[in-house]
């Protein structure tokens, strides 16, 4: 019978924050060694691998994490890598039906990754004996025989002395309950469970026969290799754990007792009892039965103070008395309530690469940012939402024509990527939509219109024209009724010389009339268009655009680029004409790249290499972050930092870190990264996002804009196609572009 001890890698430890975070959970921190939770459990089990081999279940985000501490540790297992958390028991499931296909007289040995138990010799012992009173066809878990009465831990009530059948599990109890199931001679709940691998399944597919399907169908064909990605459909099973799945229900369940030291080290008193908690620089005068974690580069220093802890981390710090330990959660939750962004991932803990960063966005991207708005953000009759707030729920009662565009242009890259087979339906059917509501007799595009279509806003605007001229773009190169879309371009070609100026460039409409801002999204269209209509009319109004940039929305001696100008073309007069938004710097610097590379134009190279000079001004160094706005001495005029500029940062250092050489390929690269981490500060792991940061580093409590996914999506095409172009060590590969 050959022994496959299984860690189970799931959850967060909140309560242990700001240290602990859901980036980087508990069990991979050193809380009372040298090692983490985490090897230390692999320590601990790896000598009960007798004939089988270690299994490490855990959610992809963490796979370096496994992967780096494995290898200090010189051990190797098996990884599943769940695509998203579901809590025990799928994720048992797994693991049990991994050992099945390789060996369906295994049994199964399951450990939390971030348990204490500083005896190990002690653990193995009873094991052992759980092993062996397992072989016959049980469950057997390990009841723990309190140190006293506690709330910190679920009970079970055991049916007689010793090895015996399970009477009940108990949840949490209040202190009165606590004491009471201390006297009647309960268990702590220890959540190790061993069973031979067959009994395991079979009681599953009893209680549980969904999960156990869901399970099987996203658990991938046998290979080579170590690691083992389990696939989509593992989303599908319910989330539930063991105990609420199987051993509440299941007569086949024992406990035995177990007398060692344990510990779930479930908040920050739990780490303060082991007496090795403490970490860092710490000064203290009449401080008693303190726990002090300063992070690297910190200093604490305490006074006249006792049975506290302080965790001290680069953007956050906790203080609480050790007896309110398990008040921490709810502190967390409301920091998040509060706009706090720092819930994702400890400074420490960021990939210090851009290569690292790059898979995490993409996978964000693909498995939780599209899906969700092709769901919730997509109307019953194909038109896109305004926005989401985080509940999931419809915000906005009206349509704008640049949202329903802009969606159109996310869902067709994602079908051009093979990222989901309906996707260009949802892009067809969102333009079909929107050519019934928007269309004007003039063969342009009105602003905005109500959910059912009616005309709000009758005005068409440059702006507006130009994303649907990209969407139609996007829509062909995708292959989407390629020519409808060309129908579409050509007839607002020809339309828009009715917002044409007898100066040079077009009006804008809808807000300030002259303006860079519309003329730089129309470049962006016109050189999609071009790319796929050699012979059309875009390139001479991509010409158009890039003469104006060159004499009139640049400044010559600052290489900024200004937003608003008068009737002729020279700068509005007061703030209007001073405004410089640094994001706007970096779009154009992305644009006037694509353009110099195109037509071999060293002044449309330089002067991206100055915009982008200008545009890092804009960056905020105690944030991480672009502001929003400057002015014509590129001194800051506003703390805000919005998410689209933290796009367009990264899509420039890209694109020109492509040609760049030496130390310059180098620095644009870290910029490259640096703007992913800033754009990450905004990102839900759910699919949604925040918008406007505020100089007190809190994000504005709003919905999710739809609006902001082109940004974001833009963002990751330029990131696949830089990429490729770089072809770092270590990097990522994505299929060529069709």
């Known amino acids: 019978m050959a022994i496959y001890p299984v860690i189970l890698c799931g959850g967060a430890g909140t309560r242990l924050w700001p240290e602990s975070r859901p980036a980087r959970p508990k069990q991979f921190i050193d809380l009372v060694s040298d090692l983490s939770l985490f090897q230390e459990t692999v320590r601990r089990v790896a000598p009960l691998a007798r004939g089988g081999r270690i299994l490490v279940v855990a959610g992809r985000d963490h796979r370096r994490y496994i992967e780096a501490q494995l290898a200090d540790l010189k051990v190797d297992a098996e990884l599943i890598l769940e695509p998203t958390g579901r809590d025990s028991a799928p994720a048992m499931a797994a693991a049990a039906l991994w050992i099945e296909r390789a060996d369906p007289e295994g049994t199964a040995v399951f450990v939390a990754s971030d348990h204490y138990v500083p005896d190990a010799d002690a653990f193995r012992r009873v094991m052992d004996e759980a092993v062996a009173a397992a072989a016959p066809g049980r469950i057997v878990t390990l009841g723990i025989t309190p140190s006293g009465p506690s709330s910190a831990y679920g009970y079970i009530q055991p049916a007689g002395p010793g090895l015996s059948p399970v009477t009940r599990f108990v949840e949490k109890p209040g202190p009165a309950d606590a004491e009471r199931y201390l006297a009647a001679g309960y268990y702590w709940n220890s959540g190790n469970f061993v069973a031979p691998v067959r009994t395991l399944l079979a009681e599953l597919r009893r209680f549980a026969p969904e999960v156990v399907a869901a399970v099987a169908a996203a658990l991938p064909d046998a290979g080579a290799g170590r690691v083992h990605p389990l696939g989509e459909r593992f989303g599908a099973a319910t989330r539930i754990s063991i105990d609420y799945a199987v051993m509440e229900k299941s007569d086949q369940v024992s406990v035995l007792p177990a007398a060692f030291e344990w510990s779930d080290l479930g908040a920050w008193d739990a780490v303060a009892a082991t007496g090795q908690g403490g970490r860092g620089l710490w000064a203290a005068e009449a401080s008693d039965g303190c726990l002090v974690r300063a992070a690297p580069g910190m200093a604490v220093a305490t006074a006249g103070v006792s049975n506290l802890a302080i965790i001290a981390e680069p953007d956050a710090v906790l203080v609480c008395d050790l007896n309110s330990a398990q008040a921490v959660k709810g502190l967390v939750e409301e920091l998040g309530r509060r706009g706090w962004t720092g819930q994702g991932r400890p400074a420490e803990a960021a990939p210090s690469s851009l290569y690292d960063l790059s898979r ?278 506003s703390a805000r930092a919005r998410l689209w500029p933290q796009t367009e940062w990264m899509k420039a250092a890209l694109i020109l870190a492509e040609t760049a050489e030496g130390d310059e390929r180098g620095r644009l690269i870290d910029s490259a990264g640096q703007a992913l981490r800033a754009l990450n500060l905004y990102l839900g792991s759910n699919g949604l996002w925040r918008d406007k940061l505020g100089g007190d580093g809190l994000f504005e409590a709003e919905p999710a804009p739809a609006s902001s996914l082109y940004h974001i999506m833009a963002a990751g095409r330029q990131l696949r196609e830089s990429l490729a172009v770089l072809k770092p060590s270590g990097a990522p590969t994505y299929p060529a572009r069709r």
Request: proline fraction near 4%; charge should be negative; charged fraction near 25%.
């Open 360 to 637: 995490d966005f993409i996978r964000w991207l693909k498995m939780s940012a599209l899906p969700l708005w092709a769901t919730l953000g997509v109307g019953a009759d194909g038109g896109f939402v305004e926005a989401l707030d985080e509940d999931g729920e419809t915000v906005g009662d009206f349509r704008r024509a640049r949202v329903q565009a802009r969606q159109a242009y996310v869902f067709s890259l994602g079908a051009e990527w093979g990222w989901g087979e309906g996707y260009a339906a949802i892009a067809q059917r969102g333009l079909a939509r929107f050519e019934a509501t928007n269309l004007r007799p003039d063969g342009l595009y009105r602003t905005r219109v109500t959910a059912g279509g009616e005309a709000l806003d009758d005005t068409a605007s440059l702006y507006d024209q130009a994303f649907l001229l990209l969407a139609t773009a996007t829509a062909a190169g995708a292959g989407i009724y390629t020519d409808r879309q060309h129908r579409t371009a050509a007839r607002i070609a020809v339309s828009l010389d009715a917002l044409r100026l007898p100066q040079g460039g077009w009006r804008e409409p809808v807000g300030h009339p002259f303006q860079a801002n519309a003329h730089m999204h129309l470049l962006e269209a016109v050189l999609a268009w071009a790319a796929l209509e050699p012979g059309g009319p875009w390139t001479a109004i991509a010409e158009e655009v890039v003469a104006l940039a060159r004499t009139r929305f640049i400044d010559d001696r600052g290489g900024f680029l200004r937003e608003f100008f008068d009737e002729h073309w020279r700068p509005a007069e007061g703030e209007a004409g001073r405004l410089v938004e640094p994001g706007h710097q970096f779009e154009w610097a992305w644009l006037l790249t694509r353009w110099s590379r195109l037509h071999n134009d060293p002044w449309a190279e330089r002067a991206a290499r100055r915009l982008f000079t200008c545009g890092e001004a804009g960056v905020d160094a105690a944030r991480g972050v672009a502001v929003d706005e400057l002015d014509d001495t590129l001194t800051r005029r």
